[in-house]
């Protein structure tokens, strides 16, 4: 007999290979809902509710714009309190931050021409899902607003390498645990079968001994990092990172706060 678990496996697989399906596909076809997400309801509205941070890294851009072909993180606030990261990748040039708010992968999705396309990175790594999976949305939900991230990029930008860096074991939604795994293997295997791409697994350093997350990498919300938990990450994501440019005229472009 075969059990649940086979089954759920095996409709996991099947929900992959279809978004694998649908990303060779919308690579393919050039029509304007796949490159112009201004068109679409749901961008405007994610506009109206992230307008002020928009408007943040617009006028932080105008005031200088950073260099292409640097190492780009978008995502949540995790990736928004992650105030020193210039400087904890100091050996690359070009370091941009666009992390905002209590952002979703949706959101992410909703904005990559914004956020990471208009800065032609050599490196984009993102940083989302959990929010998605507390709002009550599904691991193949993300999985699909994943695919579309990724798809842009790739269409947009060919050589522009792609990272997933895995949802976090928060304490504070412990119990959301099982979709967080599924979350990130769903992703992992997706990640897998996208060439010039790289998972990026935070989650199994940030587990305890006993199985449940390490509360001492949490601030006292228990849900964003402390400095310790930066560090944590600071030390796999370095492995996963280009060889630094050596462009002379490149700058750093810091986060804003």
Excluded at 51 to 61: C, S
Excluded at 67 to 94: E, K, Y
Excluded at 95 to 124: E, Q, W
Excluded at 243 to 249: F, I
Aim: hydrophobic fraction near 45%; aromatic fraction near 8%.
């Amino acid at each position: 007999m075969v059990s649940m678990k086979a089954v759920r496996l095996a409709a996991l697989s099947l929900a992959l290979l279809t978004t694998l399906a649908s990303q060779a596909q919308s690579v393919a076809s050039t029509g304007a809902e796949q490159l112009s997400p201004a068109a679409s309801s749901a961008y405007l509205a994610a506009k109206t509710r992230w307008q002020g941070e928009l408007d943040a890294f617009a006028i932080a851009d105008r005031a200088g714009l950073p260099a292409s072909d640097g190492v780009l993180f978008v995502g949540s606030s995790t990736i928004r309190m992650w105030l020193n990261i210039a400087q904890d990748f100091r050996q690359h040039p070009v370091v941009i931050n666009r992390g905002f708010g209590g952002s979703t992968m949706a959101d992410c999705s909703l904005f990559v021409h914004d956020l990471v396309v208009r800065y032609k990175p050599r490196l984009v790594l993102v940083y989302a899902g959990d929010n998605d999976l507390a709002e009550g949305r599904a691991p193949l939900q993300i999985l699909e607003s994943f695919a579309h991230f990724a798809n842009t990029v790739r269409a947009e930008l060919p050589n522009t390498r792609i990272a997933y860096i895995s949802v976090k074991p928060s304490p504070s939604r412990e119990k959301l645990m099982p979709q967080v795994r599924e979350t990130n293997n769903v992703i992992a295997a997706y990640l897998r079968r996208l060439p010039n791409s790289e998972y990026i697994d935070v989650f199994t350093p940030m587990m305890g001994a006993d199985g449940r997350p390490r509360a001492e990498l949490f601030l006292g919300d228990r849900l964003h990092m402390n400095d310790e938990g930066y560090r944590l990450w600071q030390s796999v994501i370095v492995q996963y990172l280009p060889d630094p440019a050596t462009r002379v005229d490149a700058s750093i472009a810091q986060g804003l706060r």
